[in-house]
C-alpha cells in the first residue's frame, strides 16, 4: 500500500487509480487463498468412552510437545485450555459415543504453556458385533488458519479505510442491492447508504433498475464500464469491479470518476482529428491507426479495398477487432507489437525486423479480399508524446502476393498431400512391428494423446485387453498373406480411460522398405451405443407399459386384445388372461360401441392418432366407469394400419365430481334448494309471457340473527333447514322453490294465479305450525309476501313488490317472534337448571333488601328484581361441557364462559320490556378495580346497579352448592366479601350489604 499522503494529492490518472484498486483487491485474494491452501498436519489419537486417552501418534506429540508416556491413559480434557471443557463433552464426546460423526474446535494446550486452535474430528469405532470399543480422532492444526482470519479483517479495515479517503466516488454493492460501504465523497452526495438499497439511495426508485448495469459484473465476473450523467448535469466514468469479501461473499466495488473536463477536451481534439483522417485516406498502402487504448481511429479506403469492411464499421472498436479481418479472430497484430513487453513476437509473426521503433514482416492472410488471400507486407510505428510515452501507432500493409505465387507452386503438391490425410474424416495410420510409424492428426487426437506421445507406441497398448488376441491373430495372418476381411470392429482405451469402438480397415504397404500395415479407422462408439440402447429400449418398453398407472393396450383390426398392461386389468376388473383374446366390446357400453367404431374407422383411414375421448365402461362388477383415451395406429412394416394402441386414464371419479359440482353450482349447499343464480336464471326464462301468469312467494325467517347471536350458527342452521322442509313440502315439482340469501326464501309458481299462490300460502304456514309441534324447543317464525303477474309486466316488478308485502308482515311479526324466542330460551334455560335451585328467589330478595337499604326509589328496586331474574339469560348459549364443568376452566373455556354477558345483552336488546336492563346485563361482571369483564370497567364507572348485584351475587354463589365445590359458611362467605371490598366489589357497598345480612340473621335468630 502506498502512504496515506498520496491521496492527497488528486494528480492521477484513471488508470493509476484502477491499477491501486486492483492491488489491494490482489493483496486480499492472495491472504484468502493462504488461508484455504494451508498445510494442515493430520494429528490422530484413540480415547475411550470416558474420553480418556488410549494412544497418539507421533504428529500428536510433536504438535503438543508431550511423551507418549505423559498423555497415555489421561484425561484428553486435561490438554484442553479452560472454558472447552463443556463443548467438548456436549458437542463432541456425547455425539460420538452414540454413534454420530462430530467435528468441533477447541484450543490445546502445548507442554510449553501456549496455545493451539484446533479442528477435532471424530469417529465411533466398533467391533464386528457392533460393540462400542473406542473413539478415533484426528486433530488438525488450524492456528495458522486462525492468525489468516485475522489478518483478511485487518486488511478489510485496511481497504475501507484507503477506499474512504480515494478523491473518487466508491462504494461496495451486494447481490441484494444493499450497500455494505460507501465512500466519504459518496456519503456527501448521497448521505449515508450502508444497510440500504443503492436504486433508492442514487436514484431515487422503489425497485431495481429494469437493467442495472453495475449487477451485470455479479453475472459475467468481468469488470464493467459505462458512463452516466448526474443530476447535477456532470458526466461520470463508472468502473464495476467484480469483488469478493473476506468471508468469500460476492461484492461489486463501483467507481465514479467526475469526467466532464475530459470530454470538453475530447470535442477540442475531435477537429484536428479529422484533418489526419484525410491525410490516411489518400495514402496508398492499406492503413490502419490506433490510439493508446488500442481503438481503431483511422481506416482508410486502400483498407477498405483489402478487407471488404468500411471505415465507419470499424472506428472506435479495440479488442483487436482489427485482426478479425486478417486472421479471423481478435489477436494482437504487429501494430501492437510496437513498444510493447509481455507480448511474444514469434508467437504471431515468423520473422521480425526492428529499426529503431519501426516494426516490418511479411506474412500471409486467407481472408483479405473476401476470403481470396494474399501475401502481405507489413510495416507499423509508434506515436509518441513529449515524455517518450507511447499514445498511438499506425500500420501499413501492401499485397505482395505476385511476389509469393512462384514459392507457393513449389509447396503445392506437399501440402495437398498434407490437406487430404490432415483432413480426412478417419484416423489414418501406419504399424510396423506392432509400432505407430506414422499418423495423421486424428489419429492421435483419438486415443488422446500428442503427436510425439502417438510415435513410437504399441498399438496393443491402445486395444481392449479383451480384444488383443483376435488382433494378434489376424495382423499375423494378413502379414502372412492370407486372405482376409478387410474391415474388423475392435474396442480402444484411450488416455483417459474410457472405451470406444472403431471399424478399422487394414491393407499391406511397403514402408521404408519393409513391410508395414495402413489401416483407417472409424469412430462407430455412437452407432454401437445406439444399437445397445435400441436393445435395451425394447426390453424396458414392456416393463415401462406394465408399470404406468393409465391403463394400455394394443388390439388388431377385428377388435382383439393383444396385449394390456396391470392398471387397464385393475381399471377394468378383469384378469389378464379373461382379457387377452376377447373383444374390446366385452368391457365396452353397448350405447357407444357405434361411436367408438367410427373413431376407429376414422383412424384406420387416415393413420392419424384420435387425442382424448371419452369411453364409457362396464366394469366386471357390473358398475359403469370413465375413461379418457387416446388412441394411435399400429403400422407394419410397410406403413399399413394392422391394429390400434390406446392409452385410458380412468376418470370416474372426476366424473362424478363434475356431477356434483354441477349440482352444488345451482343449488344452496346447506338446505339442498335451488340458488339464487338459478332462481334468476328460471325467472328470466318465464319472462317469455308462456307461463302467465307467474306468481312469486317470498318468506324470510324472523329472529334468525338473534338465534345465531345466542345459541350459536348451529341453532341457526337447524332453523333454515327446518325452514326449507316446510317450504319445499308445500308445492309441486314444477315450482321453483330457491334460497336467495341469508334468512330469504323465494318461490316462483308458472301458470299460477292469485287464487293458487294464497293456497301455496296457507301451506306453507300449516307446515311451519305442525313442524313448531313437532320441534318445541325450537319455534319457527316465517314473514311471507307474494305477487302475481298481471298481462305484459316485467317479473323483476313482480318480485320487488312481493318482497315489500314480506317486509310489511315482517314489521307486525318481528318483535312476537322474538318473544317467542326469547321465551323458548327461557324455558331452555329452566330445563338446563344451570342455576342453583332458588337462585333467582333469593337473589330478587338480597337485591331488593340491599336496594331498600341504600334507599332506592321502588321503580329501580323493581328494575333491580328483574335483574336479578335475568341476568345470566346469557349463559342458555354456553355449552353444557363448559356450564357444569365439575373442575377448573381452561383459558378458552373462560373466554367463551365470559361470553354470556353479551350474549344476554343482545338476547334484553331484542325485547322491549328488558330493554331497559340490557346494558347492566352486559356489565354485571365487572370488577372496581377494573379487573372483570368484558369492557374492563373500573370504580364509578360500573352502574350501581351491576355493583349491588355482583355482591350479592357472589354471596350467594359462596353459600350454595355448585358442581366444582361445596357451599361455604355464613362466616366464610362474609370473611371472602371484605377481602375482596376494594378489588372485585364496591368497598362502600360491602359494609351496607353486611349490615343488612346481620339484620336478617338477628331477625331469623328472634
Not at 408 to 413: G, M, N, P, Q, S
Not at 416 to 445: C, H, L, M, P, S
Not at 672 to 678: S, T, W
Not at 754 to 782: K, Q
Request: with cysteine; proline share 4%; charged share 30%.
Amino acid at each position: 500500500m502506498k502512504g496515506k499522503s498520496r491521496l492527497n494529492d488528486w494528480d492521477r490518472s484513471k488508470e493509476d487509480l484502477i491499477n491501486e484498486l486492483e492491488e489491494l483487491r490482489r493483496q486480499v485474494v492472495l491472504l484468502r487463498n493462504l488461508q484455504g491452501s494451508e498445510k494442515e498436519q493430520m494429528c490422530c489419537q484413540i480415547l475411550d468412552g470416558e474420553g480418556r486417552i488410549v494412544d497418539v501418534n507421533k504428529a500428536w506429540i510433536d504438535l503438543l510437545g508431550f511423551n507418549r508416556s505423559d498423555v497415555s491413559g489421561r484425561e484428553f480434557r486435561e490438554y484442553i485450555a479452560p472454558g472447552y471443557d463443556d463443548l467438548f463433552s456436549s458437542q463432541f464426546l456425547c455425539p460420538v459415543v452414540v454413534g454420530e460423526n462430530s467435528d468441533v474446535e477447541l484450543e490445546m494446550l502445548h507442554r510449553d504453556g501456549s496455545r493451539l486452535n484446533v479442528l477435532l474430528s471424530g469417529t465411533r469405532v466398533s467391533d464386528n458385533d457392533g460393540n462400542f470399543i473406542g473413539i478415533y480422532c484426528i486433530l488438525y492444526d488450524i492456528t495458522g488458519r486462525k492468525r489468516v482470519e485475522e489478518v483478511l479483517r485487518a486488511e478489510r479495515r485496511r481497504l475501507y479505510s484507503v477506499l474512504d479517503e480515494l478523491p473518487a466516488i466508491i462504494y461496495l454493492q451486494a447481490p441484494d442491492y444493499t450497500i455494505p460501504f460507501a465512500n466519504r465523497l459518496f456519503r456527501e452526495q448521497h448521505g449515508n447508504p450502508e444497510g440500504r438499497y443503492c436504486y433508492e439511495v442514487i436514484h431515487g426508485l422503489s425497485a431495481p433498475c429494469e437493467e442495472c448495469p453495475t449487477f451485470l459484473p455479479f453475472k459475467t465476473q468481468k469488470p464493467q464500464v459505462w458512463e452516466t450523467v448526474s443530476r447535477s448535469g456532470r458526466i461520470y466514468q463508472i468502473y464495476n469491479y467484480p469483488f469478493c469479501d473476506i468471508d468469500g461473499s460476492p461484492l461489486v466495488l463501483d467507481l465514479g470518476i467526475d469526467i466532464t473536463d475530459h470530454k470538453m477536451a475530447e470535442e477540442m481534439v475531435l477537429a484536428a482529428y479529422h484533418r489526419f483522417q484525410d491525410i490516411i485516406d489518400f495514402l496508398p498502402d492499406a492503413t490502419l491507426v490506433i490510439d493508446g487504448e488500442s481503438r481503431v481511429i483511422a481506416w482508410n479506403r486502400a483498407m477498405e479495398d483489402m478487407t471488404g469492411i468500411k471505415k465507419e464499421e470499424m472506428l472506435g472498436r479495440s479488442d483487436y477487432a482489427y485482426a478479425v479481418p486478417f486472421y479471423g479472430e481478435s489477436r494482437p497484430m504487429l501494430i501492437d507489437l510496437v513498444d510493447t513487453e509481455g507480448i511474444e513476437p514469434e508467437s504471431l509473426y515468423c520473422l521480425i525486423e526492428k529499426k529503431g521503433n519501426l516494426l516490418h514482416t511479411e506474412t500471409y492472410s486467407e481472408k483479405v479480399y473476401s476470403g481470396r488471400g494474399a501475401h502481405i507486407s507489413i510495416i507499423a510505428s509508434g506515436f509518441f508524446d513529449s515524455s517518450g510515452n507511447k499514445t498511438g501507432a499506425i500500420e501499413c500493409i501492401r499485397d505482395i502476393s505476385r511476389q509469393k505465387e512462384a514459392e507457393e507452386a513449389l509447396r503445392d503438391a506437399e501440402e495437398k498431400y498434407r490437406t487430404v490425410v490432415e483432413n480426412a474424416n478417419e484416423a489414418i495410420f501406419v504399424v510396423q512391428d506392432g509400432i505407430f510409424k506414422f499418423g495423421n492428426t486424428k489419429a492421435y487426437n483419438f486415443a488422446g494423446y500428442t503427436k510425439e506421445e502417438h510415435l513410437s507406441r504399441y498399438l496393443l497398448d491402445c486395444i481392449h485387453p479383451d480384444d488383443r488376441q483376435i488382433m494378434i491373430e489376424r495382423y499375423t495372418r494378413r502379414l502372412k498373406g492370407e486372405e482376409m476381411p478387410s474391415t474388423h470392429s475392435y474396442r480402444v482405451i484411450d488416455r483417459a480411460g474410457d472405451i470406444r469402438w472403431i471399424n478399422l480397415c487394414s491393407i499391406i504397404i511397403s514402408w521404408e522398405g519393409r513391410p508395414a500395415i495402413l489401416s483407417f479407422a472409424s469412430d462407430i462408439t455412437e452407432r454401437r451405443r445406439a444399437e445397445e440402447g435400441l436393445r435395451e429400449s425394447e426390453e424396458k418398453y414392456r416393463t415401462i407399459l406394465s408399470s404406468i398407472e393409465d391403463g394400455y393396450f394394443e388390439v388388431n383390426l377385428s377388435g382383439t386384445l393383444t396385449f394390456i398392461n396391470s392398471s387397464a386389468s385393475i381399471i377394468s376388473g378383469y384378469s389378464y388372461q379373461e382379457l387377452i383374446g376377447a373383444n374390446y366390446r366385452k368391457f365396452t357400453s353397448p350405447e357407444v360401441i357405434g361411436r367408438l367404431f367410427k373413431v376407429f374407422n376414422k383412424i384406420f383411414k387416415t393413420g392419424l392418432s384420435e387425442k382424448l375421448f371419452d369411453w364409457e365402461i362396464i366394469k366386471k362388477d357390473g358398475s359403469q366407469g370413465y375413461l379418457e383415451a387416446s388412441v394411435s395406429p399400429i403400422k407394419n412394416s410397410e406403413g399399413k394400419v394392422c391394429g390400434f394402441r390406446s392409452v385410458a386414464r380412468d376418470v370416474t371419479e372426476r366424473k362424478r365430481a363434475e356431477e356434483q359440482l354441477r349440482f352444488l353450482s345451482l343449488h344452496d349447499p346447506l338446505t339442498g334448494l335451488y340458488n339464487r343464480a338459478y332462481f334468476e336464471q328460471e325467472m328470466s326464462r318465464l319472462s317469455g309471457g308462456r307461463h302467465h301468469p307467474v306468481g312469486i312467494i317470498m318468506c324470510d325467517v324472523d329472529g334468525l340473527k338473534l338465534v345465531n347471536d345466542t345459541l350459536g350458527h348451529e341453532a341457526g342452521d337447524r332453523l333454515l333447514k327446518g325452514a326449507a322442509k316446510a317450504i319445499k313440502i308445500s308445492f309441486r315439482s314444477s315450482d321453483v322453490v330457491s334460497r336467495i340469501g341469508g334468512d330469504e326464501f323465494a318461490i316462483l309458481l308458472p301458470n299460477s294465479g292469485r287464487a293458487e299462490i294464497e293456497s301455496a300460502v296457507g301451506r306453507i304456514r300449516e307446515a311451519v305450525s305442525d313442524l313448531n309441534s313437532a320441534n318445541p324447543d325450537l319455534p319457527l317464525s316465517l314473514s311471507l309476501g307474494f305477487s302475481v303477474s298481471r298481462k305484459n309486466m316485467d317479473l323483476n316488478f313482480v318480485f320487488r313488490e312481493a318482497d315489500n308485502n314480506m317486509y310489511r308482515e315482517k314489521l307486525h311479526s318481528s318483535q312476537s317472534a322474538r318473544s317467542a324466542i326469547v321465551m323458548t330460551l327461557m324455558k331452555a334455560m329452566e330445563a338446563r337448571d344451570f342455576i342453583t335451585e332458588g337462585h333467582a328467589e333469593r337473589m330478587q330478595g338480597l337485591v331488593a333488601g340491599l336496594a331498600k337499604e341504600m334507599g332506592l326509589p321502588e321503580y329501580r328496586v323493581t328494575n333491580m328484581r328483574l335483574l336479578a331474574q335475568f341476568h345470566d339469560i346469557g349463559k342458555v348459549g354456553i355449552p353444557d361441557l363448559i356450564l357444569f364443568k365439575p373442575g377448573p376452566l381452561t383459558e378458552k373455556e373462560k373466554n367463551d364462559m365470559q361470553r354470556h354477558c353479551e350474549i344476554g345483552h343482545r338476547i334484553a336488546q331484542s325485547l322491549p320490556d328488558m330493554a331497559s336492563i340490557s346494558d347492566w346485563i352486559l356489565k354485571h361482571h365487572e370488577w372496581w378495580n377494573g379487573g372483570g369483564y368484558p369492557l374492563g370497567l373500573k370504580g364509578e364507572e360500573i352502574p350501581l346497579e351491576c355493583r349491588m348485584l355482583a355482591i350479592t351475587d357472589a354471596f350467594d354463589a359462596m353459600t350454595s352448592d355448585r358442581p366444582y365445590r361445596r357451599a361455604l359458611s355464613l362466616e366464610e362467605a362474609l370473611r371472602e366479601l371484605e377481602r375482596n371490598a376494594g378489588t372485585q366489589f364496591d368497598p362502600q357497598l360491602v359494609p351496607v350489604f353486611i349490615r343488612l345480612l346481620e339484620k336478617s340473621c338477628w331477625d331469623m335468630n328472634n
